[in-house]
């Protein structure tokens, strides 16, 4: 006998305890084996859902939209970027759509300082080095493994919302200068309270800065924002680093940059065409790469979950949701 309950298609596994609770409140159908939806699976699941929990790694495009049927009325997508959703879309076709946003700031943020600390010191590589075997180790040198001090250096941040705000912080307490860039200016007493100064032009700011973090979301507008003729204006001393989105750098043009020596190195947790990876990335010594690792705690996970259950079930008892993306945000 069909449920009268509301049927919650989730693609991908989450945390125990929030599929324990989606259980208890919807017809929850979940993905136990975690094996990613094929596009026919998510065409089947558009059509048959009452709401769909998505993540990233589903692409809920025009073409999958087109076949939802008429008792699809939420994605409560499992996630704060959307880049993943059509939105013009999904609003065209009456369908709600929130995110899980400021659940995982703070662990996004602690993995960008961390990439922050790992490229211009090393650690990734010093480390590889001796879980290799210690041949190559004779000891401690004074020429050896020498990186560069971040202490006093200026940090651009390229997209000054919560993450970017929350690097800042970070930044700031291990010496550096704050400097961003962003669409709208923040208020004056977040500008005075991170010591930050606020660049208007991107392209003034690049060519001034020693590292760049990059924290906006992943739109039509910033899609390659860091293109070649950009990253040709950073300086050759120059890091850059982003746990955001792939799309936002041109990952060819930063990889080849990389290996010409016009910049000094990388820490990337996101890539364009993720889980591809450019191999030149991959394989060079200046570059530390994460697997997308960026809010990948279990108490932030479970804290996204907790997130897509209130929205679904605010949405469900007649409520507006919380976390409402409008394709204007983006
Ligand atoms: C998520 C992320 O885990 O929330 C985001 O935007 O980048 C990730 O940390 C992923 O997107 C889940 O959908």
Redesign the pocket.
Known sequence: MASDRPLVIVTRKLPDVVETRLRELFDARLNLDDRPFSRDELIEAVKTANVLV????DRIDRAVLSQAGPDLKLIA??????D?IDLDTARNRSILVT??PGV?TED?ADMTMALILAVPRRLTEGAAMLKAGTDEWHGWSPTWMLGHRIYGKRLGIVGMGRIGQAVARRAKAFGLQIHYHNRRRVQPDIEKALEATYWDSLDQMLARMDIISVNCPHTPATYHLLSARRLALLKPTAYVVNT??GEVIDENALARMIENNELAGAGLD?FEHEPAVNPKLLKSEKVVVLP?M???TLEG?VD?GEKVIINIKTFLDGHAPPDRVHPAMF
């Not at 998505?54 to 790694?57: F, I, L």
């Open positions: 998505p993540t990233v790694t997508q499992f996630g704060t970027g959307v993943n995110n899980t995982l996004t955001a989105r996101v997308h960026g809010s990948a996970r996204m």
